[in-house]
C-alpha cells in the first residue's frame, strides 16, 4: 500500500519537475498512439460503414474476420511486423526495426479491426428504415453512408475511445517492433515494464499513474465530443 | 430526429482538431543528435547489463563522443545471440559461455573478447531449509537442495543466468526434479516469485543488489568460482545478413574497451551500492 503512495509521490514530483525521462515518454506515447488511432480511424471508420451498407458474396467472412481480428492479441502482431520490418524480413531494405514507426504500424494494425468492427456494429444498430428514406430522398451511396455515419456518431466515437485505449495500453508488439530504447523507443508501457523489471516499483507505479491520467485526459475530451451530440 | 442528425458537423470539425493536435505533436522530438549518413549500431545485449543500469551510462557517453547512434536491445542471451544469427544485431553482449562458444563455432562473429566479470549468488528463505549456508561450495549446496527437494526457483528463458544455472546442475550430476519453478520470465520478476514462494534461486548481484529492499531472500552462498560471469562483446560476422553494420560495430567494440569505458565499469554501482556491481576483465588483445 505504501508503495502505491510513494509511486503517487514520485509520479507528482517528476510532473512537476518535468522529468526528461518521463516528458520523453509520455510524449512519445500520445506520438505512437495517438498516430496509430488516426490511423485506424481513417481507414476504419470508412470500412465499418462500407461494409455495414454494402451486400457481396463473402460479406459475412469478412465481417468474421473483422471480429476475429478484434481479437487478436498484440504480441502476435508484434511478432509479425517484426519479422516483415527487419533486415532479413520482406520490408527490411526500409530499416524500420526499433522506429517509432514500426510502433505505430503494429499499433495500427491493433487498433484497426476494433475501429473496424465496431463502426460496422455501430451503423448496423441504426434503424433500417432510415438507410431507405435517405436513398428514396436521393441520396448517392457515398451521401448516404456519410449522414449514416453522422447518425451513429456516438457509438463510433465509443469505436475509436476503444481502439485509442486498446493501443495506449499495449506493451507486447511496442517492445518487440521498438526494443525500448531510451530516448527513441520508450513509451510509457514499456517504460513501466522496464522499471517493474529492475524491481523499482514506486517507479513503475508512477508510470502508471502519469498513463492513466494521460488517457483520462483524452477521453475527457472525446466523451465531451461525444456526449455534445445528444438529443 | 433533433439537431444531432443531418447539418451537425460537430464531431467531424472535432476529429479534425484532433488531427491537427496529432500533426503538432509528431513534429516535436523529431530532432535526432546523430549522424544521419551513418546507419545505427544494434547492440543485441542481456536484460542484467540493461537493469543493472550499466549501458545507461556507457551508451549515452559513447553517442555523444563519436556521433554514433546505438540501439541497444536487451532481450536475454539466447535471444541476442539469435538475432545475431540471423544479422539482425551488429554487436553483441552476452554472459553465456556455452551459447557463446557453439555461436563463434558456427561463424557467427568475426571476433569475441572478453570485456568484465560479475557474480552470481545462490539465494534463498532466512530460514534456509536445506542448510546451503554451510555448504563449502555450490554445487553442494544444489545437491543438497534437490536432495531434499525443496523449491528452486529458476528464469527458464535461455537467458544467460538460466543457461549458467543449468550447467551447474549439470555439474552437481542431479535435478531440482518436482521443486523447480521456471518462471520465463527476468531477473527482478524471478526473484520477487522466489521471495513469494520461500524457495532458493540464482541470481546476479547487480539484481538483488537493487531490490534488497523488498525482498524476504538472503545470500547463503557466493564467491565460489563456477558463480564467476563473464561478459563478452561478439562482433558479428557481416556475412550473417545483407545489412551488418560491421563499421559502427567495430567503432562500438573499440569505445567499449577504451579507458574512459573501463573506468566507468570499474566505477559502476559504488555511489549506489557502495560496491562495484562489474569488474572489468578487458582481453589483454583488445585491452588500450
Known amino acids: 500500500m505504501e508503495l502505491i503512495v510513494e509511486g503517487l509521490r514520485e509520479a507528482i514530483r517528476k510532473i512537476a519537475a518535468l522529468d526528461p525521462a518521463l516528458s520523453d515518454a509520455t510524449l512519445r506515447t500520445l506520438q505512437v498512439s495517438g498516430t496509430a488511432t488516426l490511423v485506424s480511424l481513417v481507414i476504419g471508420v470508412p470500412a465499418g460503414v462500407g461494409l455495414a451498407l454494402s451486400r457481396f458474396r463473402g460479406r459475412t467472412f469478412v465481417v468474421a474476420l473483422v471480429n476475429t481480428g478484434m481479437g487478436l492479441p498484440p504480441v502476435v502482431v508484434g511478432l509479425f511486423v517484426m519479422i516483415l520490418l527487419w533486415r532479413s524480413g520482406p520490408l527490411g531494405g526500409l530499416g524500420l526495426l526499433y522506429t517509432p514507426t514500426a510502433m505505430i504500424v503494429a499499433q495500427s494494425l491493433i487498433a484497426l479491426p476494433l475501429v473496424t468492427g465496431l463502426s460496422l456494429a455501430a451503423v448496423q444498430t441504426l434503424p433500417p428504415r432510415l438507410h431507405l428514406q435517405v436513398r428514396a430522398l436521393g441520396a448517392t451511396p457515398v451521401q448516404c453512408a456519410r449522414i449514416l455515419a453522422r447518425e451513429a456518431q456516438l457509438p463510433i466515437l465509443a469505436a475509436l475511445m476503444a481502439g485509442f485505449g486498446a493501443v495506449v495500453s499495449e506493451v507486447g508488439a511496442s517492445l518487440m517492433v521498438g526494443g525500448n530504447i531510451r530516448g527513441s523507443t520508450r513509451v510509457l508501457t514499456t517504460a513501466t515494464v522496464l522499471e517493474a523489471g529492475k524491481g523499482n516499483f514506486a517507479g513503475a507505479i508512477a508510470l502508471g499513474i502519469v498513463l492513466l491520467a494521460l488517457a483520462y485526459a483524452i477521453n475527457v475530451v472525446l466523451t465531451r465530443l461525444q456526449q455534445r451530440s445528444r438529443p | ?288
Open chain 2, 1 to 288: 430526429m433533433g439537431r444531432r442528425t443531418l447539418g451537425s458537423n460537430g464531431w467531424i470539425q472535432g476529429i479534425q482538431t484532433l488531427l491537427a493536435v496529432v500533426l503538432a505533436l509528431l513534429t516535436v522530438g523529431c530532432g535526432a543528435g546523430s549522424d544521419p549518413d551513418r546507419a545505427p549500431i544494434v547492440l543485441a545485449t542481456t536484460t542484467s547489463t540493461q537493469d543493472s543500469g550499466l549501458l545507461d551510462e556507457l551508451i549515452p557517453q559513447f553517442g555523444n563522443r563519436s556521433g554514433w547512434m546505438v540501439k541497444t536491445i536487451a532481450v536475454g542471451s539466447g535471444k541476442a545471440l539469435a538475432l545475431a544469427e540471423r544479422g539482425e544485431a551488429d554487436l553483441v553482449l552476452a554472459h553465456a559461455e556455452k551459447a557463446e562458444r557453439e555461436f563463434m563455432d558456427r561463424g557467427g562473429g568475426t571476433a569475441r573478447w572478453r570485456l568484465m566479470y560479475n557474480d552470481f549468488i545462490l539465494l534463498g528463505p532466512p530460514a534456509d531449509p536445506a542448510g546451503v549456508r554451510e555448504k563449502k561450495s555450490v554445487i553442494e549446496a544444489l545437491r543438497a537442495i534437490a536432495g531434499r527437494g525443496d523449491p528452486f526457483v529458476s528464469r527458464g528463458d535461455e537467458s544467460g543466468t538460466h543457461m549458467l544455472e543449468r550447467s551447474l546442475w549439470e555439474q552437481a550430476g542431479v535435478n531440482p526434479g518436482a521443486g523447480l519453478i521456471e518462471t520465463g520470465q527476468g531477473m527482478g520478476a524471478t526473484l520477487r516469485i522466489a521471495s513469494e514462494r520461500r524457495a532458493y534461486t540464482l541470481a546476479d548481484r547487480g539484481t538483488y543488489l537493487a531490490q534488497k529492499a523488498t525482498l524476504d531472500l538472503e545470500v547463503l552462498h557466493e564467491g565460489d568460482p563456477v558463480l564467476r560471469n563473464v561478459y563478452h562483446v561478439i562482433l558479428v560476422d557481416p556475412r550473417r545478413g545483407p545489412r551488418v553494420n560491421s563499421e559502427g560495430a567495430r567503432v562500438l567494440a573499440r569505445y567499449l574497451f577504451s579507458r574512459e569505458a573501463i573506468d566507468t565499469i570499474a566505477a559502476f554501482g559504488r555511489e549506489r551500492f557502495g560496491q562495484p556491481l562489474f569488474t572489468p576483465d578487458p582481453d589483454p588483445a583488445v585491452a588500450q
